[in-house]
């Protein structure tokens, strides 16, 4: 991956991170006593030996333990809420106090007090299986502390008597169906480790991971819970006895989130799908499907594509290693992919920040303006003008002509457009906006006010020396210094304002179509539209002609030299299921990314749950679209047969490539299933795992991380310029 911007004084390598086992804390949550003894002795002719009183000091360590801050996770995956293909992976939950899970002892030193369970919708169902209710903690004898043996600590209790702790979820599962699926002490230690590295702005993250046992099933909704394992282990492995009730046991959930994985497989013959497979075998492709129709057909379920593909003598169905080969970059590159993170990248409608109707092709709808009802000032009448927000096409769009500025009023800035006759009202609806945002906020128009004041005053004590000079007119009291700029506070203003800051977001995209769903748009900044706003802004204490030739000779903020802006509008899923979404531009050659070439981010900001506005410094040639490092998750690759099991291609610890055996294929590690004789669960035996690699020495839970990683996808966009 790309090195992102650092903001450190010396640059860090964001796209490398390491695993670690484990972060353990210098001291645990408990009770402590510390006492300190002093023995005193001199060697002397009269021996003198003295002991004196020991001090004795008790202290308590708290965190964490029956109720978890939001705060406290970074991220879960899969996303919460989340449809899409994610029966091959394990869940997982990035902590971001890498100590956490460690704090606390599982009763068997060393290993976590923390982990995840899943449980499927039929599962949860099941009420003489699984049971969820709530319940009180601290209560005497029947709160949860008491019914599972746990010492009380001074956290317990709230600060305010009025103001008790709210109850907490707990599972009851039956015994036997939690032996089956619960992580052993062994595995604890092998789910959960450590990442340390550099994310996008350079800060450098060290968060604790905690890997799920169990992946979901295909056609069903998982839950996933974060469960207190505090003091549940004993010598015999984990105590069923605490927190027993009948034939089930009580555990507590910190945490849970759900996500659904689809019932079958999806494939498609698409354009895109084609350009993913080597040419040999694209070509055959095209020969057998070559009409819309073929390319738009839906196969749903895998056996059912499979058949299509033999009927049509792409491959056969006979294994051979030339046509497993074909079949299996044929079924990837055709499946459809939910709403995965390459799924939602390969759907993404990706184009310029425009609308183009089907009947009148007119420039300006090219150029990002819609046509929009527009109230006349001196009557009840109404008119359609044009408008469009900040966002344009093309950099030429602004060439040719400049805005009158300053202006009196936003009619001055209202356009004609001749081809259809009408209103052009984009700079006058960007001046008026500005100008109101600056009333809006009054602090910001009484220093713009003062200010122009005082250099009002300052120009008319200059005009009386020079006629009166003998007359002492000096006055110190001016609210700026002679000659001096905006103040710091009013540039932070403008500065901001240039970035389209507090600029409404139906003056940005004014109509739905400009920004459709899960679609990439990008865009020109248009440098009038801008000056506009600022001019808007800057109008306050503009009411005469004077005012207006005075600013003239000035230097008003729409007057300074910025350079050209581009930039993207992203409204999709990507953007609200995933939080550390990265994006990168690059100037120059649209055929290689050269680091050197990368261009600086202006702002980078959700305008909502699934919008996302980058503006970068320069003209944008190329983009990328992915994920930093950390967030990197696990799981492991589907077979291309059905009767045979998933398996993982086996990674060098060192460089993190993928091992090759001697005829240059991959070394692959089939699943291991606990128990072995029922795969229903579907639960990773993680030790067995570990113990049947041989290819790898594995001595800690980082390295299997590093082997059980999956990667992340990149969208790479070459911009091309509307012509």
Not at 100 to 117: N, T
Not at 230 to 257: I, Y
Not at 322 to 338: E, R
Not at 629 to 635: D, K, V, W
Request: hydrophobic share 35%.
């Amino acid at each position: 991956m790309e090195n992102s911007t650092s903001t450190e004084s010396e640059p860090v390598e964001t796209n490398k991170i390491s695993f670690e086992a484990y972060h353990k804390p210098g001291i645990g949550a408990g009770k402590y006593t510390l006492q300190a003894n002093l023995d005193f002795s001199i060697a002397s002719s009269t021996s003198i030996n003295e002991n004196f009183q020991a001090n004795t000091l008790e202290f308590e360590v708290s965190g964490p333990r029956f109720i978890l801050s939001p705060s406290e996770v970074h991220a879960v995956f899969p996303p919460r809420d989340s449809l899409g293909e994610f029966d091959n992976v394990l869940p997982h939950i990035e902590i971001n106090r890498s100590t956490l899970p460690w704090e606390r002892p599982a009763g068997k030193e060393g290993s976590p007090w923390l982990c995840l369970i899943l449980l499927q919708d039929d599962e949860l169902n099941d009420k003489e299986k699984v049971e969820i209710q709530t319940m009180d903690w601290a209560a005497k004898d029947t709160g949860l502390r008491d019914l599972l043996g746990l010492q009380p600590e001074i956290s317990d209790d709230p600060d305010d008597e009025k103001k008790p702790f709210p109850p907490v979820k707990v599972i009851k599962i039956l015994n036997d169906f939690l032996e089956d699926i619960l992580p052993t002490a062994e595995d604890l230690n092998w789910l959960t480790h450590v990442r340390v590295g550099h994310d996008q702005h350079g800060e450098k993250f060290e968060r604790a991971i905690l890997v799920c046992n169990r992946m979901p099933r295909a056609g069903s909704k998982a839950e996933v819970h974060l469960i207190s394992l505090e003091d549940r282990f004993g010598s015999n492995g984990f105590d069923f006895d605490k927190g027993k009730e009948n034939d089930k046991t009580l555990l507590l959930s910190l945490l849970s989130w759900q996500f659904t994985c689809p019932d079958t497989d999806e494939f498609k013959v698409s354009d895109k799908a084609m350009d993913r497979l080597p040419e040999v075998l694209k070509a055959v492709v095209q020969t057998n499907f070559p009409t819309v129709e073929d390319k738009d057909m839906l196969y749903r379920g895998k056996e059912t594509f499979k058949n299509v593909l033999n009927e049509k003598g792409i491959v056969t169905l006979d294994k051979s290693d030339d046509d497993n080969k074909k079949l299996s970059q044929l079924l990837s590159a055709c499946h459809i992919q939910t709403e995965t993170f390459k799924g939602l990248m390969d759907a993404l409608n990706i184009g310029w920040f425009s609308i183009q109707p089907e009947k009148d092709n007119h420039p300006l709808f090219q150029a990002g303006s819609i046509p929009m009802a527009h109230g006349l000032r001196n009557s009840r009448e109404k008119t359609a003008s044009w408008y469009r927000g900040p966002f344009v096409t093309s950099q030429n769009l602004s060439n040719g002509f400049s805005l009158d500025l300053p202006a009196r009023n936003a009619d001055q800035l209202l356009l004609y457009e001749n081809a259809s006759n009408m209103l052009d009202t984009s700079y006058a609806a960007a001046w008026e906006l500005g100008r109101l945002l600056a009333i809006g906020q009054p602090r910001i128009s009484q220093q713009i006010a003062q200010w122009k004041t005082s250099h009002a005053r300052e120009a008319g004590l200059a005009r009386q020396n020079l006629t009166f000079g003998h007359i002492p007119f000096t006055d110190a009291a001016f609210v700026h210094e002679k000659d001096g700029q905006l103040d710091q506070n009013l540039q932070n203003y403008f500065e901001d304002l240039s970035l389209l800051k507090s600029v409404p977001f139906h003056y940005l995209v004014p109509h739905e179509k400009l920004l459709p769903h899960e679609s990439l748009r990008f865009f020109h900044l248009d440098e009038h539209w801008v000056e506009a706003l600022l001019d808007g802004a800057f109008s306050i204490g503009r009411t005469t002609k004077l005012d207006v030739k005075r600013e003239e000779k000035g230097t008003g903020p729409q007057e300074n030299d910025r350079p050209a802006m581009t930039g993207i509008l992203l409204r999709s899923d990507l953007v609200s299921g995933w939080p550390s979404l990265m994006v990168e531009g690059y100037k120059g050659d649209e055929n290689e990314i050269k680091k050197e070439d990368k261009l600086t981010i202006k702002r980078f900001e959700r305008l909502g749950p699934n919008v996302l506005l980058v503006l970068f410094e320069g003209v944008l040639s190329q983009l990328t679209i992915h994920l930093p490092a950390e967030s990197l998750h696990f799981g492991f690759s589907r077979p291309m047969h059905d009767d045979e099991a998933y398996f993982k291609e086996l990674k060098s610890l060192e460089d993190g490539s993928e091992i090759m055996d001697a005829n240059d294929k991959n070394v692959t590690k089939g699943i291991i299933w606990r128990p072995k004789e029922n795969n229903s669960l579907r639960v990773f035996d993680t030790k067995a795992f570990v113990d049947s690699i041989n290819e790898v020495s594995i001595s800690h839970s980082g390295q299997l991380a590093v082997e059980l990683l999956e990667g992340v996808p990149r969208l790479l966009v070459k911009v091309k310029e509307v012509e």
